[in-house]
Each structure stands twice: as structure tokens, then as C-alpha cells.
């Protein structure tokens, strides 16, 4: 059964930084694909935040969050990360973690979510 287990969200004032992990359980992790994805408050759809390969040469990002948030994995610990840098109050959202690169390929196992606030 595959399972995603989000965190590392909280409460931020803008221009802070935070660094979000996803733990991955019931896939190749090191073989495929993942991608960050975040809810925000009102949205009824999740935007892709960006993506990255197997092998960490692919990366693709949201222009909202190109150069400040970096997308990075250690596969011996099947566990994704996102650094978010300069952090901007429409950073608020719920961000959760998918296999992928363009897209989700696993939307009937979505993780809880960890919860991203950006305010002063």
C-alpha cells in the first residue's frame, strides 16, 4: 500500500524559511519520480510546486516559487524534501507530496498534508 507521510509545515513570517519532508512507504522510491504539490485555502485543486527525477538532473518548478524553493530526495531514506526560502504569504497552503514529475500518478493515496502558513 503506498503512503505519504508529510511535515515539517508551521507558521512563518514572510521571508522566513521552512523545509518541508515527505516519507514515502510502498513504493521503488528510488526509481520514480516525485513531485511537491500544495491546496491553497478556497482552491479546490492542488497546484504543482515542481518535481523532480529519480536521479535529482530533472527538476521542474512553478514559476510562483523558481529560486526560492529547491526540491531534493535521499533515496536511502525514501524521503523528499522541499527548502522554501523567502517565503511570501501566498506560500499559505496545504503542501503534500505525490509520485510524478508533471503530474500526480498516485491520486487515490494522498497523505494528510502538512500545513504551510506565511503571516506576520
Known amino acids: 500500500q503506498v503512503q505519504f507521510v508529510e511535515s515539517g509545515g508551521g507558521l512563518v513570517q514572510p521571508g522566513g524559511s521552512l523545509r518541508l519532508s515527505c516519507v514515502v512507504f510502498g513504493l521503488p522510491f528510488s526509481t520514480v519520480p516525485m513531485s511537491w504539490y500544495r491546496q491553497a485555502p478556497g482552491n479546490d485543486e492542488r497546484e504543482l510546486v515542481g518535481?523532480?527525477?529519480?536521479?535529482?538532473?530533472?527538476?521542474n518548478y512553478a514559476d510562483s516559487v523558481n529560486g526560492r524553493f529547491t526540491i531534493s530526495r535521499d533515496n536511502n531514506k525514501n524521503t523528499l524534501y522541499l527548502q522554501m526560502n523567502s517565503l511570501r504569504p501566498d506560500a499559505t497552503a496545504v503542501y503534500y507530496c505525490?509520485?510524478?514529475?508533471?503530474?500526480?500518478?498516485?491520486?487515490?493515496?494522498w497523505g494528510q498534508g502538512t500545513q504551510v502558513t506565511v503571516s506576520s
Open positions: 518535481g523532480l527525477t529519480a536521479d535529482e538532473y530533472g527538476k
Open positions: 505525490n509520485q510524478g514529475f508533471w503530474r500526480a500518478e498516485m491520486v487515490d493515496s
